[in-house]
């Protein structure tokens, strides 16, 4: 709806301009347009002309602001255009959205990078190399995985692994365990050893094991 002008003529009180009734008729119009476009309770019609409401950002918008935007509930949009979303009163932590790529900052510091621009995606954690450990937990509250950044180990149901791999409970697999090191004497501090656990190593002369060795 246009805006309705109330005429209040050329001099006052002239009874060229419009009437008490007639006037409020037309702030009443014009109020009701505007709550509707603007979504206010009780109206719950939507803006569809960018040129309906003006604002900062040009005419190509719906409602343009310059300064920020306060909310009590949540905002709702089948479109939010912005390069950045940025904590209240924290600007060191915020969400930055690229084209093609979506970083996410804590105090300051990049915790997880999505990247639609690389060949192939990519999703990364820590993309600076900081102290920033990885956890994910189970149902029950337990790390079943955990990578720890300042020891640059993996800890399978462990959150403190002691190997560049420790797995904390069995190990299965469907193919070959492939390993470049050498069956030793069965000491684990002998540099090449193949396989070790804590209470023996399987190596030739232990008992209890069978190595079959095939060499071309």
């Known amino acids: 709806m246009a805006q309705q002008h109330i005429n209040t003529g050329s001099q006052p009180n002239n009874g060229t301009g419009d009437t008490i009734r007639a006037a409020f008729r037309k ?9 509707s476009k603007l979504n206010v309770f009780p109206y719950t019609a939507s803006v569809t002309d960018p040129a309906q409401i003006q604002g900062a950002s040009g005419a190509n918008t719906i409602l ?3 300064g920020s935007i306060s909310v009590t509930n949540d905002i709702s949009a089948s479109a939010i255009r912005t390069d950045k979303i940025v904590a209240k009163r924290q600007s060191t ?4 959205l690229g ?4 970083r996410f900052f804590l105090g300051g510091q990049e915790f997880i990078n999505l990247n ?3 060949t192939p995606f990519s999703m990364t954690f820590n993309p600076d190399g900081l102290n920033l450990d990885f956890n994910i ?6 790390s079943a995985f955990f990578a720890d950044s300042s020891t640059a180990r993996i800890g399978i149901n462990t959150t403190t692994p002691q190997t560049t791999l420790h797995v904390n409970g069995d190990i299965r697999a469907n193919g070959l365990l492939i390993t470049s090191g ?7 501090s002998t540099s090449g050893e193949l396989f070790f656990t804590a209470s023996e190593a399987i190596a030739p002369g ?3 094991f069978s190595v079959i060795c095939i060499s071309p």
């Open 64 to 66: 343009g602001v310059t």
């Open 206 to 208: 232990n008992p209890g």
């Open 137 to 142: 937990k189970d149902e029950s509250d337990n």
């Open 93 to 96: 932590t915020e969400m930055r």
């Open 116 to 118: 639609a621009n690389s």
């Open 99 to 102: 084209i093609g790529s979506q």
């Open 27 to 35: 702030t009443e119009n014009n109020f009701t347009d505007i709550y």
């Open 182 to 188: 050498n069956i030793q004497d069965g000491d684990p």
